[in-house]
């Protein structure tokens, strides 16, 4: 059996799925809202209902999401030369033929860039959700709120399903840390030179 490392903790899988489901939640509601979509009465029984699940999901998100801070936060901000090459050829992905992207470490500049990106646009959705649905009369702070919370919405329907596809399909054997916590060590050794030199597996 080959070697196995430790990528992620029980607390980060644990955490990654509740943020992935009040998410997806979030989501499927939001777009019945913004749609007016009386057909996710059969899903939620009527749109109280839906609109109460929108409301209690955006707590467990906003929970979800300061806890990843302590997780992923540091290593995102951390930019190194290798980040901004990677960023100036957009991570291969763009390119025809094959490129030989730069060393990365535990995570990766995509990766990174994307827990930045939800780490902005969560703090915007859940700051302005909460004022939506607990601040009521004043007219232009509903409205800004809104249109904070609608912008935020499109971020996160473009960006989770190029994330999950990112993360399954385009690259596969990376799935199984969100299941697991471990990859093969030659496949980080691939993947996350950087940090299999730090902690001493390569």
Not at 23 to 52: D, E, H, P, W
Not at 66 to 74: C, E, M, S
Not at 101 to 110: E, F, I, V, W
Not at 120 to 126: E, F, P, T, V
């Amino acid at each position: 059996m080959s070697e196995m490392v430790r990528k992620a903790s029980t607390e980060e899988i644990i955490n990654h799925w509740i943020m992935a489901v009040s998410c997806i939640l979030l989501i499927i509601t939001g777009y019945g809202f913004l749609f007016q979509l009386k057909q996710m009465n059969i899903l939620f029984g009527s749109f109280n209902v839906m609109r109460a699940v929108h409301n209690w999901a955006g707590v467990v998100f906003t929970a979800s999401l300061f806890a990843t801070i302590f997780n992923y936060l540091h290593e995102s901000i951390s930019l190194s030369k290798d980040d901004w090459n990677w960023i100036k050829m957009g991570g291969g992905y763009l390119s025809k033929g094959p490129v030989k992207a730069p060393p990365m470490g535990k995570l990766n500049t995509g990766q990174k860039l994307y827990y930045l990106m939800v780490l902005a646009a969560g703090l915007a959705i859940a700051a302005s959700g909460f004022s939506i649905w607990i601040i009521h009369g004043h007219r232009t702070l509903t409205l800004v709120s809104h249109l904070v919370h609608n912008l935020a919405f499109i971020l996160f329907v473009v960006g989770v399903p190029a994330h999950i596809y990112l993360g399954t399909l385009a690259n596969p054997g990376t799935f199984r840390i969100m299941i697991y916590g471990t990859v093969p060590a030659e496949f980080a050794r691939k993947k996350y030179p950087k940090w299999m030199k730090e902690i001493g597996k390569l």
